[in-house]
């Protein structure tokens, strides 16, 4: 049963764990580093600390219809790159994105031996989707790779909410969280830690929270609340390019994915008067396969000019074809079947009507994240981070997550046998965090509830920091107004006040998504241009700054509090126009 | 995963040849890609057969075999040490009782698809199985990598086997596992197995099955070891036919049919799924039955909410044959009770009864709890317990007739040997044999060939010169064929409680004594179950042309699958 | 989205101190209410990942469409299979559609060989 509110700290069980690798998150990017970790070396200790229970956390725990990025086998790595660069608008880490490219297949084919069906075609390779994407029935995917995680001899600790990094000197040796079931205070030693805990939603108002049932009706995992960034953010690492958000056009009220109906089966975005708006307004940036802010941000322009409702046309689709892709999504999201369902929707008859849904920060597809080196170590020694959270090379998504989960383990192991034993005193990290961690089982009743925070902080950041209802705009004064309000929302965590652990939780997840946002605005504040219209619209700045043809980056300064913006060059090794996808 | 499958084929002489072309059924499996090789052998029960068998196993060292013959569990004993002996582990044999279920109770069109079926739905689960090191255990095994700890294992367990580990996942306590399967039945993960049950085996043992070709629905029937499965390979001795596609699953209980094999039927296509049990309450694995019903119901109440006919998965109960029972002598009986000290069942029940005026306290038993187990009867120091069949007096006459070689006959007394197609006369001197038998008094002793065929007995009634008071059968596979005789018998007028049943061909073919030293044995074997011991167990023969109760439950559950049409998920 | 408990079926996973779906929400969502059946403790914040739905052994929870984006009433159920799902979809109207789709890849396929 859930533990109710506090009397004293005292009251508090403490559990202190000790790994050689501690991997925060058993999403898909997590299991895959504790899996290489194991595989390099079998006597490791590997911890996994998970808020959720692995066989069904992260992104994938409704399952997925798809790979993407999957290398075809007449493709290089460098193609790859070359294609996701034109993408994210010609901004990304090409070091990163080539190593992610060289064994980019390697944790799928694992994948498929471990029990995942990969759809074949008739000569009995993968199924290819779009260009970079396979086509997959991953419904289960996740407790497959979970079963496969523990058989190697990795621990999972499940339900425990990791809210702080543990540090020896600038080393990072841990982190400290609680038990969300069992109350107790957590921390877990490592001489490497690994963050895997993808990225954040809820920053901003999602378009279906009206006050109903549907406040997590949204595109992204919801309870991927940026954690692992906040975590960083507390401990002064370097993040980068947090300003190139993630928006999409999703299916409207339901906020599904649509690369599922759009990539699969091609079928043509229409706007109300039956234009195929893409490849009339925007042939310039490739039409139907421009890059994907285009994508985002053209329907939204649509609407805008009163050309709205947005359609995917799906009335030429086949039953078959219809049949096979609700199939598809029963795959990846399988309440949007029952969403058509219980809109009487015929889909051969009626096409679907799409929207933008609100801006996320996720590195898994877009470069917001960790800044790394070329062993996936971020600027905090010690501290390595892989998949959502990873900065630096968008368009990885599934494929490339768990690559990066490979990549980040042999980075984390080569670490640690260098460093040797752990030797250092905690006592005082220990205890200020677990005060920190339960304040608000103990706080005053007549507070703050966290969902009230929650909503005032996504109201303000849709309103002043370009949500989705003001269609991603914003200006200098409007994030001002942002960042203001969401300042003085930081100094009123004290008032937070949970009733269980449950509400323990959602404090700690704004109070971290309230890091994230504060960063983020910085981030949209220093980049006075609009680099890609959708997921960054300066009202004021509209066009392109060759000047600020590089990475933006951040990092918070401990000792005054503040948080320092600064650039960092672009370094290109891919040769080639980088806007175009191919040579 | 074994990935080279054998099948081998008995050459049975009985009707195969009229009912189901062997060779071509042969052929057509070698073309499988999933089987290896097809042997077809001739009696494989007998030394030379066995040897054959073993030639087999040990030149292919397949990873997997198929046996398609008759008798299952008879034979599988019988070739187990075989396969043992290659160093493969039991469980990648199975047999396929093709002469029971094809020859004897398949009454449609397409024999030859439907054999195929048998097979390869046999050939499926063997591929899917795991190598047999991890099957060593005795009881049941926990995949820890899958476990989640829910504990329905420990709720449901009637032996109370489970208990929780050190780290909170539940274990089990070899010495107290029956292994009937309910925790595998109920597992939400499914992440428990029985060394010879594992889910992904059954899974794709049922997902195999194409049926005959015909339209008849496909009925996917689970079958529980102690009850129904032998009660319907009684069914089938009887002559009962079963619907075309009806195909037999054998699990230990009911309780051990997990919801996901259901699910799995009825995606797969199956038009029909048959939980065949036993009937409220009387499970002997303690509770199968009920948890079975339970996780159907709730599995029908899904089916409502899909839409779905949820006739199509149907729990029917079997009734237990009326077993022998225990005697008790009221005169006899002092009212010591001793008897309901020492009963496993709780069968004993005491009760005042009048005799000769004088109200007295005996012990009776509770028909539905006593097992006949007789182990009052062993305890009671008045003698006033007594098994059926197994009477201190039956008891003591085989004795005697044992030691002393004669029995006492009424006059009439009839012995029907079977000599199986003349081969059992190659390890039995019968002409001995009938010497001996009529030497002690014997009336009449008849050799016959396959007594398990009708004709056999026909020729039998021919050649009875004076109707028999007693008789005794000697022939093959008691359980299985004995019930068969008896219809037999009742066809050609014969009275068959009043006949007993020598295990004729294990005495001889199966234990390879000398030919004089066979005959012996079975001349003492013949005047013991004359004497008593053991006797055919009596069972209620229909009479010609009246339906079993078998008969008409399945019919009825048939026509309402018939009735609903194909399965809509069939594919 | 929010799951719906059937309470008729629910057994709280035999008074279990956290049942499946308790164990599973990727959202810390489901809980035991006092009544030893599972319940939502917050419906507004379910993702509708179903796993809660997929994992119940009784069959006991079913998603439901707030009837602000969804009319009233459709089911989406899940019958688990060892390597498959069975998908029932009923939409408004009461068309009925269903889908056997695979998740698990299997040691044998089910196709034929020797026809």
Same mark, same amino acid.
């Given at each position: ?88 608008g ?24 471990w ?128 300003e ?74 086949t ?21 058509l ?30 800044w ?26 599934v ?15 080569t ?48 309103e002043?920091?370009?949500?989705v209802?003001?269609?991603y ?40 998504r ?70 | ?17 009229v ?37 087999i ?16 569990e ?69 995949n ?32 107290l ?74 699990v ?189 008094g ?21 050649r ?15 359980d ?38 066979a ?25 010609d ?27 | ?17 956290e ?23 917050? =419906? ?10 997929? *994992?119940?052994?009784? &069959?006991?929870? %079913?998603?439901? @469409? ?5 009319y ?5 159920? =899940? ?10 979809? *009923?939409?408004?109207? &009461?068309?009925? %559609?269903?889908? @056997? ?15």
């Amino acid at each position: 049963m859930t533990q109710s509110r506090l009397n004293n700290l005292d009251e508090i069980r403490e559990e202190h764990l000790e790994a050689d690798i501690l991997i925060i998150g058993g999403g898909n990017a997590g299991c895959f580093a504790a899996i290489e970790a194991k595989k390099i070396n079998s006597k490791l200790k590997v911890i996994i600390m998970e808020k959720a229970h692995i066989d069904r956390s992260g992104c994938l725990a409704g399952g997925m219809d798809a790979i993407n990025t999957y290398l075809p086998k007449d493709k290089t790595p460098e193609d790859l790159v070359r294609w996701s660069r034109a993408q994210a608008g010609g901004l990304l880490r090409e070091d990163l994105a080539l190593e992610i490219s060289r064994c980019l297949n390697e944790p799928i084919e694992e994948w498929e031996r471990w029990g995942l069906p990969i759809k074949k075609n008739d000569n009995g390779d993968a199924k290819y989707r779009g260009q970079w994407d396979i086509s997959i029935q991953g419904s289960e995917m996740k407790p497959i790779l979970a079963e496969k995680t523990r058989e190697m001899g990795v621990e999972v600790v499940n339900r425990v909410v990791a809210t702080n990094l543990l540090f020896d000197g600038e080393k990072v040796v841990g982190a400290m969280g609680f038990g969300v079931r069992d109350g107790k205070f957590y921390s877990i030693k490592g001489k490497a830690t690994i963050v895997a805990t993808g990225g954040a939603s809820g920053l901003y108002k999602p378009y279906t929270n009206d006050g109903n049932d549907s406040h997590h009706q949204i595109w992204y995992c919801p309870f991927d609340t940026g954690t692992g960034y906040a975590m960083g953010i507390r401990a002064g690492a370097e993040m980068t390019t947090f300003e190139m958000r993630w928006a999409a056009v999703r299916t409207k009220d339901f906020n599904g994915p649509i690369d599922t109906i759009s990539v699969c089966y091609k079928t043509p975005m229409v706007n109300a008067k039956g234009e195929k708006f893409l490849a009339e307004r925007y042939a310039e940036y490739g039409g139907d396969k421009a890059p994907r802010y285009i994508r985002a941000s053209a329907p939204m322009e649509e609407v805008l000019a009163g050309r709205g409702p947005i359609y995917v046309d799906t009335r030429q689709m086949t039953p078959e074809q219809i049949k096979e892709m609700k199939t598809d999504y029963l795959n990846e999201r399988p309440s949007f079947v029952l969403y058509l369902a219980a809109n009487g929707h015929d889909i051969g008859k009626e096409p679907i009507e799409v929207y933008g849904s609100d801006p996320y920060i996720v590195g898994g597809h877009t470069a917001s994240g960790y800044w790394l080196d070329k062993n996936w170590q971020t600027t905090l020694p010690g501290l390595f981070a892989c998949g959502d959270v990873a900065g630096g090379v968008p368009n990885k998504f599934v494929g490339g997550c768990g690559a990066e989960g490979l990549l980040s383990a042999r980075g984390a192991v080569t670490y640690i046998e260098r460093i040797g034993e752990l030797h250092c005193d905690l006592t005082e990290q220990l205890s200020a965090e677990k005060a920190r961690i339960f304040s608000p089982l103990l706080a005053n009743e007549d507070g703050v509830l966290p969902r009230w925070m929650e909503e005032k902080m996504q109201r303000i950041m849709d309103e002043y920091a370009g949500g989705v209802h003001q269609f991603y705009r914003m200006n200098e004064e409007r994030l001002d107004n942002a960042l203001r309000h969401i300042r003085k929302m930081k100094k009123q965590v004290s008032f937070l006040y949970a009733k269980d652990l449950h509400e323990l939780m959602l404090a700690h997840e704004v109070i971290d998504r309230l890091d994230v946002a504060e960063v983020l605005i910085y981030h949209l504040k220093y980049r006075k241009e609009t680099r890609w219209p959708g997921w960054q619209t300066r009202m004021d700045y509209p066009e392109k700054d060759s000047a600020l043809d590089c990475f933006v980056n951040s990092k918070l300064n401990r000792d005054t509090g503040e948080v320092e913006v600064f650039t960092r060059p672009y370094d290109q090794i891919v040769p080639g126009d980088r806007y175009k996808p191919t040579l | 995963m074994p990935n080279s499958v054998d099948v081998v084929l008995c050459h049975c002489q009985e009707d195969s040849s009229v009912r189901l072309d062997l060779e071509r059924l042969a052929e057509k499996l070698s073309k499988n890609k999933k089987i290896s090789r097809v042997y077809v052998v001739e009696h494989l029960c007998s030394m030379a057969g066995t040897k054959k068998f073993a030639e087999i196993v040990q030149n292919d060292q397949p990873s997997g075999l198929v046996v398609g013959a008759c008798a299952a569990e008879t034979l599988h004993q019988r070739l187990s040490p075989c396969i043992r002996k290659a160093g493969l582990g039991e469980q990648t044999c199975a047999t396929v009782p093709l002469r029971e279920l094809i020859l004897w109770s398949y009454r449609g069109e397409n024999v030859l698809q439907a054999a195929r079926d048998l097979i390869k739905m046999a050939v499926s689960k063997i591929r899917n199985g795991v190598d047999s090191a991890s099957r060593t255990a005795r009881s049941a095994m926990i995949n820890y990598l899958k476990c989640d700890k829910c504990k329905r294992c420990m709720e449901e367990c009637p032996t109370g086997a489970y208990s929780l580990n050190s780290e909170g996942y539940p274990q089990v306590n070899q010495d107290l596992c029956q292994c009937c399967g309910i925790c595998v039945g109920g597992c939400p993960i499914q992440c428990i197995s029985l060394p010879d049950l594992r889910i992904e085996e059954l899974s794709s043992e049922i997902r195999a099955t194409k049926g005959d070709g015909s339209e008849e629905p496909i009925v996917m029937t689970f079958c529980c070891e102690p009850l129904t499965y032998p009660a319907l390979m009684k069914e089938i001795g009887l002559g009962t036919s079963l619907p075309p596609n009806m195909r037999i699953i054998r699990v230990p209980c009911m309780g051990a049919v997990n919801a996901a094999l259901i699910n799995d039927a009825l995606a797969s296509g199956v038009d029909g799924v048959l939980l065949l049990g036993c009937e409220h309450g009387s499970c002997q694995i303690r509770q199968g039955d009920i948890l079975a019903k339970q996780r159907l119901e709730n599995l029908r109440e899904t089916l409502t909410r899909m839409m779905f006919e949820n006739e199509r998965a149907q729990y029917l109960g079997w009734p237990e044959e009326k077993r022998p029972g225990i005697f008790v002598d009221p005169e006899l009986c002092n009212g010591c009770l001793t008897c309901r000290q020492v009963c496993p069942f709780d069968a004993v029940v005491p009760s005042k009864i009048l005799i000769k005026g004088k109200e007295r306290l005996v012990s009776e038993r509770d028909p539905q709890a006593c097992r006949s187990c007789g182990i009052c009867a062993a305890n009671c120091p008045s003698g006033a317990c007594q098994p059926s069949h197994f009477s201190d007096v039956q008891l003591l006459n085989a004795m005697d007739a044992l030691c002393s070689n004669t029995v006492k006959t009424s006059g009439s007394d009839t012995a029907v040997l079977c000599n199986c197609s003349g081969k059992l006369e190659q390890y039995l001197d019968f002409e001995q044999l009938e010497e001996s038998l009529y030497r002690c008094g014997f009336n009449q002793v008849l050799v016959e060939d396959r007594l398990c065929s009708e004709h056999a007995w026909q020729d039998v009634r021919k050649r009875l010169s004076t109707y028999p008071a007693h008789g005794v059968i000697a022939a093959c596979a008691k359980d299985l064929f004995g019930i068969r005789m008896q219809k037999h018998q009742k066809n050609v007028g014969l009275e068959p409680d009043q006949w007993s049943f020598v295990d004729l061909w294990e005495k001889t073919m199966i234990c390879p004594y000398d030919r004089s030293a066979a005959a012996e044995l079975c001349f003492q074997d013949v005047l013991a179950a004359l004497a008593g011991l053991p006797r055919t167990n009596g069972s209620q023969l229909p009479e010609d042309g009246e339906e079993t109760l078998f008969q008409q439950q399945i019919g009825l559950y048939a026509k309402t699958i018939r009735s609903l049409g194909p399965n809509p998920l069939k594919q | 989205m929010a799951p719906k408990v059937l309470l008729n079926k629910c057994d709280g996973c035999k008074a279990e101190k956290e049942p499946l779906c308790e164990q599973i929400c990727p959202g810390d969502l489901m809980t035991l209410g006092t009544n030893g059946k599972a319940i939502c403790r917050d =419906p507004r914040d379910c993702w509708d990942c179903m796993s809660c739905i997929k *994992i119940c052994p009784q &069959g006991a929870i %079913e998603t439901r @469409v707030p009837y602000q984006i969804g009319y009233h009433e459709a089911k989406l159920i =899940p019958m688990m299979g060892t390597n498959r799902i069975t998908w029932t979809c *009923i939409d408004i109207e &009461g068309n009925v %559609e269903r889908f @056997v789709v695979k998740n698990h890849n299997e040691v044998d396929d089910d196709n034929d060989d020797d026809d």
